[in-house]
């Protein structure tokens, strides 16, 4: 089973500023690397998936990178809206589908 | 529109049966692999099983194995999950997801979610 590990659990950073989310495969997943967002009450959303390419209707100030064991999402500045938890998940080799533990993303 | 929509959650006592469904609408449901994915309360996002457009490959997390299935029917739009022997840590929202795929109908990351339906295996 593939582990994925994000970092950091929680992430502080003031509206306007530029969010960066960490996330680690345990072994390499190509660009099988998808990431979600999920609000308080909600269900999970699309992000990014093959670790570069934004779901339909994604804002372009979210980007993601990397390929291998070591992904990043990126948030270029923040909106109110985008304050949540992310999570990474693989999906080369499955079963299972493997998910990260969650970044949580708050407000400075 | 294009949506998901689980039912059949509740209270159940360890050692428990329940049988989630969900209602796809607004897509061809027949054209695609489609999963149960959970969330223990406060806790990230587990993947349970899977299943192909014609229900002929199904795929679990082995915490499930020989306690729960999935079916579906295509003539309804619906995906099931029948879960026997429930246990505490089964305590969950379950969601219903839509898998993307590609040419080889490899099935891929989930593109559409139902907004969940919650378990809650107790005494």
């Known amino acids: 089973e593939i582990v994925m590990t994000q970092s950091p659990a929680t992430l502080s950073v003031s509206p306007g500023e530029r969010a960066t989310l960490s996330c680690r495969a345990s072994?390499?997943?190509?660009?099988?690397l998808a990431w979600y967002q999920q609000k308080p009450g909600q269900a999970p959303r699309l992000l990014i998936y093959?670790?570069?390419t934004r779901a339909t209707g994604i804002p372009a100030r979210f980007s993601g990178s990397g390929s291998g064991t070591e992904f990043t999402l990126t948030i270029s500045s923040l909106q109110s809206e985008d304050f949540a938890v992310y999570y990474c998940?693989?999906?080369?080799?499955?079963?299972?589908?493997?998910f990260g533990q969650g970044t949580k993303l708050e407000i400075k | 529109e294009v949506q998901l929509v689980e039912s059949g959650g509740g209270l159940v006592q360890p050692g428990g049966s329940l049988r989630l469904s969900c209602a796809a609408s607004?897509?061809?449901?027949?054209?695609?692999?489609m999963s149960w994915v959970r969330q223990a309360p406060g806790k990230g996002l587990e993947w349970v099983a899977n299943?192909?457009?014609?229900?002929?490959?199904?795929n679990y997390v082995d915490s499930v194995k020989g306690r729960f299935t999935i079916s579906r029917d295509n003539a309804k739009n619906s995906l099931y999950l029948q879960m026997n022997s429930l246990r505490a840590e089964d305590t969950a929202v379950y969601y219903c997801?839509?898998?993307?795929?590609?040419?080889?109908?490899?099935?891929?990351?989930?593109?559409?979610w139902g907004q969940g339906t919650l378990v809650t295996v107790s005494s």
């Open positions: 997801a839509r898998q993307s795929r590609d040419g080889y109908n490899y099935p891929y990351y989930f593109d559409l």
């Open positions: 607004g897509f061809p449901f027949s054209n695609y692999w």
């Open positions: 299943i192909e457009q014609d229900g002929s490959k199904k």
């Open positions: 072994q390499s997943v190509s660009t099988f």
């Open positions: 093959g670790a570069s």
């Open positions: 998940q693989q999906y080369n080799d499955w079963p299972p589908y493997t």
